[in-house]
């Protein structure tokens, strides 16, 4: 059971209609960024303040500064001039016959933060148009490394939608089974971490990459320690899907589907929470670089951005 912890969370300001499906701050918290299907909206530290919109060829699938660009995966965009400077979708497409490029559908997507490589996830798209051309047999989703080559980390048939994710030191990507890739090595078999009981939503890893936190349908979290794996710690964090997390140091924050947040030890002790929104789900989080607020992302039709005290430690 997933109880409400008992100090609340101060909502300090927000921004009706304000959409963002990924919401990121720069390094120095100068600068905002939101994105949803493939328009960016980049701002100064407050939204609306000197803001300019950049439109891309396809969806944004995850969202980060870095330094003068935007790790827009599957792009990577200059913030001052809006100029396209990378795009990885190809990668998507390594070690396919001719025939066969192309019929994977992208579906997520992320840069490690130093903007180096890409980790790309697609499913299988059957041939459309009228006589349609027959499918070919073969993996239902694949997972692709982007470097200055591609390398294939997995194929495979998913339970459920594909998460990525990058660091400094792994790639992970998970369905119901977490799995990751040393970045040292990466034709080496996916290791697996942990094989939650159901769809996993969403990753994050700490600062130091010691700790990855796995939020899942069901609305646990579980803490797996680096470089084993192993399960560090689990708890009910939200009564249903636990849609976004962000570390603040070394406290976790949870965005769900009852359209909470919640702040939490490394251990699960809790710390705060906002009150519900209903039908309104949390659907992602970017903590301030100072670590004093953290602004939630309010999906659903009556999409709105909210800034949100984080109390001392």
């Known amino acids: 059971m997933c109880t ?20 990121a701050w720069s390094a120095d918290g100068s600068r905002f960024a939101s994105a949803i299907r493939s328009t960016i909206t980049v701002s100064g530290a407050d939204p609306g303040d000197d803001e300019s919109r950049i439109d891309t060829a396809g969806p944004v699938l995850s969202l ?12 990577q965009i200059g913030i001052a001039d809006s100029a396209v400077l990378t795009t990885v979708t190809a990668a998507l497409d390594v070690g396919l016959p001719a025939e066969a490029r192309g019929s ?17 996830a697609g499913t299988y798209q059957p041939p459309r148009g009228i006589p349609a051309r027959a499918g070919r ?15 294939l980390l997995w194929e495979g048939t998913t339970v459920g939608e594909l998460v990525v994710g990058a660091g400094a030191s792994w790639v992970v990507f998970a369905d119901t089974a977490v799995r990751v890739v040393p970045r040292s090595d990466p034709g080496s078999p996916p290791r697996e971490w942990a094989t ?17 936190a796995v939020g899942s349908a069901d609305g646990t979290v579980r ?22 997390l962000a570390w603040a140091g070394d406290r976790l924050i949870t965005g769900g589907g ?40 309010v999906g659903g039709p009556r999409a709105e951005l909210l800034e949100i005290d984080l109390p001392d430690r």
């Open 104 to 120: 994977y559908a992208l579906r997520a997507a992320a840069w490690s933060p130093d903007g180096v490589l890409a980790v790309l």
């Open 196 to 212: 939650p009981d159901a769809a996993v939503r969403a990753l994050a890893f700490d600062s130091t990459e010691s700790r990855l």
């Open 64 to 75: 980060a500064f870095r330094g003068d660009r935007l790790l827009a995966a599957p792009y």
């Open 4 to 23: 409400m912890p008992g100090s609340p969370l101060s909502v300090r300001r927000s921004w009706p209609g304000r959409e963002g499906t990924f919401i």
């Open 258 to 297: 009852d359209g909470t947040v919640r702040l939490w030890d490394a251990d699960g002790g809790a710390l705060g929470a906002t009150d519900p929104r209903e039908f309104q789900p949390i659907v992602a989080l970017a903590v301030h670089p100072d670590g004093s607020v953290v602004r939630a992302s």
């Open 137 to 151: 047999p073969g993996p239902a989703a694949r997972v692709v490394l982007s470097t200055d080559d591609a390398t």
């Open 223 to 244: 803490i797996c320690s680096s470089p084993d794996g192993g399960i560090a710690a689990t708890w009910q964090a939200q009564p249903a899907d636990v849609y976004a």
